[in-house]
């Protein structure tokens, strides 16, 4: 099929970055609408290929299929316009709504607001943890491989990278006598190539934090040094990501309390684009408080820079070898592994979250997380209730329950 023109790619893509809310599955269900149902530019077997592989990949896989679809209709351009445009459109309203809370987050209409928006955080995160539970549990060996990544975290506070690497390196030697699949065709790019391509991406990534070192900018390096490693690490979507983040960003580093974090995803789920944005919210924020208003946009900036850059290295370096990679079992095996660890990392999340929103004071000096039950908060333990028995019970939609929450809390407020 020959290339779509310019203006129809552009315009369809648009409205793909547009209409991105609701997590990845929404996004890839959008994605699949527009390529493959109404303009036919991708057959069903490419499209799922393509899905299957960016799963394979650390980082948003909604984002990447968006880089990989725009780079097979029409190449390198079409990929980097493609994920542009996926991402821009939510990144220019997290920065917006980044802004407006750092200025008015301390404002007491807002942060009861945020209450219900917190509520709903949980709500979501348990939705997700039901949904991806139900599509990656398939055998009891993948339940006890989620239960044993849960302890691992929640009790003994093994990183997130240890637990990822472990789960794949299982999953990987489970499926060493699979059979592999037919193998494509001889592949017809070099690996001159493909190294200069590698290459070419891999500086793109690096010059900021080459630039804020020359500047001895240590605040800026040191960000942008945690969220590169971060965009290698992010297998399994931005919920499983969150609770090394949350963990590293609040226990580690000190740039923003858990109640902040939990209102940076409420922020990033009522914006389009990939959930992942919430790193530039994190970085926005770490900051202002470190330097203000300039330095707020600048770490935000660059957060985004190293957050995305790498799918585009990731993308344009394996692309041509998809076919090949989907061949071999034992790299399922290896996703299979992760997606039943990420389970338990995503169960870690919801109880963490929770925990922040019920109880005003939480004990982290034991062994376990143990809440100060004479703080337990009424109001953000029924709007919690509330907000799991819209999203999860009722099945009405995110953008709905948050709108709801925030309301209810707000009116809470004024009320009392």
Same mark, same amino acid.
């Given at each position: 099929?020959?290339?779509?023109?310019?203006?129809?790619?552009?315009?369809?893509?648009?409205?793909?970055?547009?209409?991105?809310?609701?997590?990845?599955?929404?996004?890839?269900?959008?994605?699949?609408?527009?390529?493959?149902?109404?303009?036919?530019?991708?057959?069903?077997?490419?499209?799922?290929?393509?899905?299957?592989?960016?799963?394979?990949?650390?980082?948003?896989?909604?984002?990447?299929?968006?880089?990989?679809?725009?780079?097979?209709?029409?190449?390198?351009?079409?990929?980097?316009?493609?994920?542009?445009?996926?991402?821009?459109?939510?990144?220019?309203?997290? $920065?917006?709504?980044? %802004?407006?809370? !750092?200025?008015?987050?301390?404002? /007491?209409? +807002?942060? =009861?607001?945020?209450? #219900?928006?917190?509520?709903?955080?949980?709500?979501?995160?348990?939705?997700?943890?039901?949904?991806?539970?139900?599509?990656?549990?398939?055998?009891?060996?993948?339940?006890?491989?989620?239960?044993?990544?849960?302890?691992?975290?929640?009790?003994?506070?093994?990183?997130?990278?240890?637990?990822?690497?472990?789960?794949?390196?299982?999953?990987?030697?489970?499926?060493?006598?699979?059979?592999?699949?037919?193998?494509?065709?001889?592949?017809?790019?070099?690996?001159?190539?493909? $190294?200069?391509?590698? %290459?070419?991406? !891999?500086?793109?990534?690096?010059? /900021?934090? +080459?630039? =804020?070192?020359?500047? #001895?900018?240590?605040?800026?390096?040191?960000?942008?040094?945690?969220?590169?490693?971060?965009?290698?690490?992010?297998?399994?979507?931005?919920?499983?990501?969150?609770?090394?983040?949350?963990?590293?960003?609040?226990?580690?580093?000190?740039?923003?309390?858990?109640?902040?974090?939990?209102?940076?995803?409420?922020?990033?789920?009522?914006?389009?684009?990939?959930?992942?944005?919430?790193?530039?919210?994190?970085?926005?924020?770490?900051?202002?408080?470190?330097?203000?208003?300039? $330095?707020?946009?600048?770490?935000?900036?660059?957060?985004?820079?190293?957050?995305?850059?790498?799918?585009?290295?990731?993308?344009?370096?394996?692309?041509?070898?998809?076919?090949?990679?989907?061949?071999?079992?034992?790299?399922?095996?290896?996703?299979?592994?992760?997606?039943?660890?990420?389970?338990?990392?995503?169960?870690?999340?919801?109880?963490?979250?929770?925990?922040?929103?019920?109880?005003?004071?939480?004990?982290?000096?034991?062994?376990?997380?143990?809440?100060?039950?004479?703080?337990?908060?009424?109001?953000?333990?029924?709007?919690?209730?509330?907000?799991?028995?819209?999203?999860?019970?009722?099945?009405?939609?995110?953008?709905?329950?948050?709108?709801?929450?925030?309301?209810?809390?707000?009116?809470?407020?004024?009320?009392?």
């Amino acid at each position: 099929m020959d290339a779509p023109a310019f203006s129809d790619f552009f315009r369809s893509f648009a409205r793909i970055g547009l209409l991105s809310f609701g997590g990845p599955a929404a996004q890839i269900s959008v994605m699949h609408d527009e390529l493959v149902t109404r303009r036919g530019w991708l057959s069903e077997p490419k499209f799922l290929g393509a899905l299957s592989f960016c799963m394979l990949l650390p980082g948003p896989e909604a984002m990447q299929l968006a880089t990989y679809a725009g780079w097979r209709l029409r190449g390198v351009a079409g990929g980097i316009v493609a994920g542009l445009l996926f991402v821009v459109p939510g990144a220019s309203v997290i $920065l917006g709504l980044g %802004l407006g809370y !750092a200025v008015w987050g301390g404002v /007491p209409l +807002v942060q =009861a607001v945020f209450l #219900g928006i917190k509520a709903a955080v949980v709500a979501i995160v348990i939705q997700a943890l039901l949904k991806l539970a139900k599509k990656a549990l398939s055998s009891p060996a993948h339940w006890v491989l989620a239960g044993l990544a849960f302890v691992a975290m929640f009790v003994f506070s093994v990183p997130f990278p240890a637990i990822i690497a472990t789960a794949a390196l299982w999953g990987w030697w489970q499926s060493r006598w699979a059979e592999a699949g037919p193998m494509p065709d001889a592949l017809t790019v070099r690996p001159a190539e493909t $190294l200069r391509t590698a %290459l070419i991406w !891999a500086a793109l990534w690096a010059a /900021p934090v +080459v630039v =804020a070192w020359a500047m #001895g900018a240590s605040f800026l390096i040191d960000l942008a040094l945690f969220f590169s490693k971060l965009a290698v690490v992010t297998f399994g979507g931005a919920y499983a990501v969150l609770a090394y983040m949350t963990d590293t960003v609040v226990g580690t580093k000190g740039w923003l309390t858990t109640a902040q974090m939990i209102d940076a995803l409420g922020l990033a789920e009522t914006t389009p684009g990939p959930l992942i944005l919430v790193t530039q919210f994190v970085g926005l924020l770490a900051g202002y408080v470190q330097g203000g208003v300039v $330095l707020g946009i600048t770490a935000a900036l660059l957060t985004l820079w190293v957050t995305f850059v790498p799918c585009f290295l990731w993308i344009f370096t394996g692309a041509p070898y998809v076919e090949h990679i989907l061949a071999r079992p034992r790299l399922k095996g290896a996703l299979a592994g992760v997606s039943a660890a990420v389970v338990g990392v995503i169960l870690n999340l919801s109880v963490w979250f929770a925990l922040h929103v019920v109880f005003i004071e939480i004990r982290d000096d034991a062994l376990l997380p143990v809440p100060v039950w004479a703080s337990f908060s009424w109001p953000g333990a029924g709007f919690t209730a509330l907000a799991v028995a819209l999203l999860v019970g009722a099945r009405l939609s995110m953008g709905w329950v948050l709108t709801v929450m925030a309301g209810l809390a707000g009116g809470w407020h004024l009320v009392l």
